[in-house]
């Protein structure tokens, strides 16, 4: 979920590795990172042999996989560590206490856009789309309603929409809530979701059965 491009000299990863398996979430682990760096440590002494047992490759061919191992693991864990904090995160409502127009978040969103604030365009473009639904009395309570919750809602009232609807949410969760840096092309396709939306008729006589209410 999260892309990061990273070039770590050696010693780097090896800080990396050592400061991120010194925290709490990591220390049940600990067995396993003890015969991970036993092995480092005997694959770094290893010498050329021709032995029936023994590796004919050179010291630094050698070193060089024990670094791209230790690489490997560092993203692992940063991996692991970032899908916790998603997970654990308190969901917030997405519109919240603040009290702004379709057009005012559209305006703040095209903005963004244009300083190329990926991250600030996909969170106003939601915003956006769920101020919009409510505006037409799709959605009832939006103020209080999480990004899930605005899914389960609209993704019956827009089927046509239902999968980037929940594309949609899943994606404000993640810009919102992890350290995950929105993309040109997230900021893009929650603008057209936004759009599309807007554009769109729902079906409102699942509307009216669930939430009492049609535009």
Same mark, same amino acid.
């Given at each position: ?17 050592? !400061? !991120? ?12 990172? !003890? ?31 024990? @670094?791209?191992?230790?690489?490997? @693991? ?14 654990? +995160?308190?969901?917030?409502?997405? @519109?919240?206490?603040?009290? @702004? ?47 899930? !919750? ?30 995950? +840096? ?7 396709? +929650? &603008? ?7 554009? +769109? &008729? ?14």
């Amino acid at each position: 979920m999260i892309r990061t491009e990273l070039d770590p000299t050696p010693d780097q990863a090896r800080s990396w590795l050592v !400061e !991120e398996l010194a925290k709490a979430e990591y220390q049940d682990s600990a067995s396993f990172v !003890e015969r991970f760096f036993r092995w480092l440590g005997e694959l770094f002494n290893r010498q050329p042999t021709g032995s029936a047992d023994g590796v004919n490759a050179p010291p630094i061919v050698l070193i060089a996989i024990g @670094l791209a191992l230790i690489v490997a @693991l560092v993203f692992l864990l940063l991996r692991i560590r970032a899908d916790r904090e998603l997970v654990k +995160a308190p969901r917030e409502a997405v @519109l919240g206490e603040l009290d @702004l127009s379709r057009a005012d978040y559209l305006a703040r969103a095209d903005a963004a856009l244009r300083a190329q604030q990926w991250s600030a365009a996909v969170l106003d473009y939601t915003r956006a789309f769920a101020r919009d639904a409510a505006d037409r009395d799709l959605l009832h309570d939006a103020p209080s309603l999480t990004a899930h !919750e605005i899914g389960v809602r609209l993704g019956p009232v827009f089927p046509m929409l239902a999968a980037e609807i929940s594309s949609g949410m899943d994606r404000f969760d993640t810009v919102r809530y992890s350290r995950y +840096a929105a993309t040109a092309a997230d900021a893009h396709a +929650a &603008r057209d979701l936004a759009a599309q939306a807007h554009a +769109a &008729r729902p079906v409102t006589d699942l509307t009216s059965a669930g939430s009492g209410g049609a535009p």
